[in-house]
C-alpha cells in the first residue's frame, strides 16, 4: 500500500504572508485543526490550532508555523508513514511530489483505510492498559487540569457506580458553543467591538494557553452537562471493526471494557496504526 492509496488529494492550504485572523478562519469554515503553508507555491511550514493558542501574541503566519516539516511522497510505502508516525509526536504528513505539494496523509486517513479493509486480529494486541478516567459530577475544569496533567487526548466518564457513562475529550474544550458561553459570562459580551464570537480578540484571554501552558478557563459545571454519548468496544473485537466505531463516531481513542463492562484499557489510533506495519 501506498501514501497516494490513502492521502487527501483536496488540500486546504493557506499562504504567506498571511495572518492568525486568516488562518482562525480557514480552520474555522473548514473544520480541521491544521493546515499546510505555502509560498511561491512550494510548502514551507504547517500550522495548527495548538500554534496559536502556544504563541497567543503573535499575529504573523510566518511566526505561527512549523517550519520545515517532515514531508512524505506519493511513492513511498505506507509502512514507512506509519514508522514516522509512530516516532514522532505529529499526526499528519503533507505530501510532496517534485516540490509541489499534492495531498495531505494524517492518522485520520489511515484509520479510515483500515476501517475499509478486513483485518480481524484482536485489538486487545493494541490496547493501553493505563487509562485515565473522571467521574461525572466532576468539574469540567478540574477534569480540563487532569488530563492537561496526564496527557490525556480522552478521558472516559464513570458515574457513582463506576460505570462508563460517557466521554469527554479535548474536542469538547474547545467547540465554538462553549467558547460563546464563556464570552456571553464576561465583560467581553457587552463590548461595542465583538461582533464576532469567534474573533481572536475576543476570546483569546478566554482561551490562551491551553493544555500545554495551562488549562483553558473552563466551566465549573459538572463533565455530565458536556460528555459525549459513550462509545467502547471488547478486547476480541477485530481491528477493523474497532477503525469503523471511532470513524463512526468521529473519535481518535475509545474505551475498551471486559467481560464484566469494567474499563479494561483504551485503544489509541496511533497504536491501531501500528497493525499496517506487521502486516
Known amino acids: 500500500m501506498k501514501v497516494r492509496d490513502v492521502m487527501t488529494r483536496d488540500v486546504i492550504y493557506v499562504e504567506l504572508p498571511s495572518t492568525r485572523d486568516v488562518v482562525l478562519e480557514v480552520l474555522k469554515k473548514h473544520g480541521i485543526s491544521s493546515v499546510p503553508v505555502l509560498k511561491d507555491g512550494k510548502l514551507v511550514g504547517i500550522v495548527t490550532v495548538k500554534d496559536l493558542l502556544r504563541k497567543v501574541e503573535e499575529d504573523q503566519l510566518a511566526l505561527l508555523m512549523t517550519e520545515n516539516p517532515v514531508t512524505v511522497t506519493p511513492n513511498d510505502d505506507i509502512k514507512k508513514v506509519v514508522n514516522i508516525l509512530l516516532k514522532k509526536p505529529f499526526r499528519r504528513l503533507p505530501v510532496i511530489r517534485r516540490g509541489k505539494l499534492v495531498g495531505f496523509l494524517t492518522v485520520r486517513d489511515i484509520i479510515k483505510k483500515i476501517a475499509e479493509m478486513n483485518i480481524d486480529k484482536p485489538i486487545v494486541d493494541y490496547m493501553c492498559k493505563n487509562v485515565v478516567s473522571v467521574w461525572d459530577g466532576m468539574p469540567l475544569n478540574v477534569a480540563g487540569e487532569i488530563m492537561r496533567l496526564s496527557g490525556s487526548e480522552l478521558c472516559p466518564v464513570l458515574d457513582e457506580d463506576a460505570r462508563l457513562v460517557g466521554l469527554v475529550d479535548e474536542k469538547i474544550m474547545l467547540t465554538e458553543s462553549l467558547i460563546e458561553e464563556f464570552i456571553e459570562k464576561t465583560q467581553f459580551s457587552s463590548s461595542s467591538d465583538v461582533d464576532d464570537v469567534w474573533s481572536w480578540e475576543s476570546v483569546r484571554d478566554h482561551v490562551v494557553k491551553f493544555f500545554e501552558i495551562s488549562v483553558l478557563r473552563l466551566p465549573r459545571e459538572p463533565v455530565r452537562k458536556f460528555m459525549k454519548m459513550p ?42 496504526i501500528r497493525v499496517l506495519v506487521e502486516l
Open 231 to 272: 462509545v467502547y468496544v471488547y478486547p476480541q473485537m477485530s481491528v477493523s471493526r474497532c477503525a469503523r466505531e471511532m470513524i463512526r463516531n468521529d473519535i481518535d481513542h475509545i474505551p475498551v471494557l471486559d467481560h464484566m463492562d469494567r474499563i479494561c484499557g483504551i485503544v489509541k489510533d496511533k497504536g491501531l
